[in-house]
Antibody, heavy 121, light 109 residues
Framework: EVQLLESGGGLVQPGGSLRLSCAAS????????MTWVRQAPGKGLEWVSA????????YHADSVKGRFTISRDSSKNTLYLQLNSLRAEDTAVYYC??????????????WGQGTLVTVSS | EIVLTQSPGTLSLSPGERATLSCRAS???????LAWYQQKPGQAPRLLIY???SRATGIPDRFSGSGSGTDFTLTISRLEPEDFAVYYC??????????FGPGTKVDIK
């Protein structure tokens, strides 16, 4: 059974940093692209970042480019998202998900339950 | 960037009725790379349809997807009580960026 468990969310001040983690199990982690999708309170879904199975290619939405970094550690079956220079508009539930496809063109077949990031002073 | 528009914003129907949800893209979606997700309150999204019309594993056949180019449809043939939720379309044909529609809420009439 595929399981994705996010952690690392919390309350952070504007301008601060956080690192989110997503522990994966139940599938061959290194063969799957992975992604982060966020959802602001009461709003829709917004794709944030994606990384290829090998980790050699990464993709970021313009809204987070230069501030967020996606990475993965296949030895730990874990996906990460480093969030820097956080803004109030980054407040959201952050979901990790498995990606199917190639070269940044993915749909998402398995999702974690999400971790809440709140940016506020 | 491809912008997706979903209509209607809210669809009020009764169990047993047919639901037709629309997703329109601002540009043609390459290779019909269009997916649909269902999300219930407090839960993560669930993949329903990918590649415009292929059902994901375990998805009942009352869910079907169709369309091409810029116009896509999700149809739920007969609504079950568990189908009342928000539905999002997503394009992955011209990406990044991957984009989602704003969602259609299907609620009980």
């Amino acid at each position: 059974e595929v399981q994705l468990l996010e952690s690392g969310g919390g309350l952070v001040q504007p301008g601060g940093s956080l690192r989110l983690s997503c522990a994966a199990s139940g599938f061959s982690f290194s063969t799957y692209a992975m992604t982060w999708v966020r959802q602001a309170p009461g709003k829709g879904l917004e794709w944030v970042s994606a990384i290829s199975g090998s980790g050699g290619s990464t993709y970021h939405a313009d809204s987070v480019k230069g501030r967020f970094t996606i990475s993965r550690d296949s030895s730990k079956n874990t996906l990460y998202l480093q969030l820097n220079s956080l803004r109030a508009e980054d407040t959201a539930v952050y979901y990790c998900a498995t990606g199917v496809g190639t070269k940044g063109s993915y749909y998402f077949d398995f999702w974690g339950q999400g971790t809440l990031v709140t940016v506020s002073s | 960037e491809i912008v997706l528009t979903q209509s209607p914003g809210t669809l009020s129907l009764s169990p047993g009725e047919r639901a037709t949800l629309s997703c329109r893209a601002s540009q043609s979606v390459r290779s019909d790379y269009l997916a649909w997700y269902q999300q219930k309150p407090g839960q993560a999204p669930r993949l329903l349809i990918y590649g415009t019309s292929s059902r994901a594993t375990g998805i009942p056949d009352r869910f079907s997807g169709s369309g091409s180019g810029t116009d896509f449809t999700l149809t739920i043939s007969r609504l079950e009580p568990e189908d009342f939720a928000v539905y999002y379309c997503q394009q992955y044909g011209r990406s990044p960026p991957i984009t989602f529609g704003p969602g259609t809420k299907v609620d009980i009439k």
